[in-house]
């Protein structure tokens, strides 16, 4: 699987979305910048894989992503909180955009990250790529304005807490 990386503007989003109209990729491109603007500790890394954009078929390994980019918020003390933004391919066969908090898990059984908030934003229908993406990146820009506490998120969620010794 080839995995390529950068700033979004430095894809060809042709070839990653060729149903997408050329307006619904500018629109990407001005949301991903948002979203680049808005990260107090430095850009995030877009990774996108040339080989996801046909649909894998419903019987295709897991999710598959078309766009990703991971934004750490905290990581110090044994303990992590981050972003995730995703455009990937539903088992359906449907483009879905996607943002998620997630932190470490504490629990007795490591999970390894726990979700405590996600947005799904299904493209198709009324909705066009450019708007999910816009929406999702909409909410992941309010995320980076918020808390970046990872203890703040397990007690929305509720979610175990650090052991203290």
């Known amino acids: 699987m080839t995995v390529m990386s950068g700033a979004l503007s430095c894809t060809t ?9 050329a307006a619904d990729r ?3 491109l001005r949301a991903a910048a948002a979203v680049d603007a808005a990260c107090i500790s430095g850009q995030p890394v877009w990774q996108w894989f040339p ?9 295709g390994p897991g999710v598959s992503e078309i766009l990703l980019a ?15 933004f995703t ?3 539903t088992k359906d066969g449907e483009l879905n955009a996607c943002v998620a908090v997630g932190v470490q898990c504490l629990c007795e059984a490591n999970h390894g990250t726990h979700y405590v908030d996600t947005l799904n934003v299904p493209v198709g229908g009324e909705t066009p790529l ?3 993406f816009e929406a999702a990146a909409a909410q992941l820009i309010g995320w980076l ?3 970046h506490d990872p203890e703040w998120w397990r007690n ?4 175990p807490s650090p052991v203290v010794e």
């Open 13 to 21: 989003l042709e070839v990653l979305f060729p149903g997408a109209e």
């Open 26 to 28: 500018e629109r990407l």
């Open 51 to 59: 080989g996801h954009p046909v649909f894998p078929g419903a019987d």
């Open 70 to 84: 991971e934004i750490p918020l905290y990581d110090a003390d044994s303990d992590w909180l981050g972003l995730e």
């Open 87 to 89: 455009v990937e391919w």
């Open 130 to 132: 450019g708007d999910a």
């Open 145 to 147: 304005a918020g808390a």
């Open 156 to 159: 929305q969620a509720p979610l």
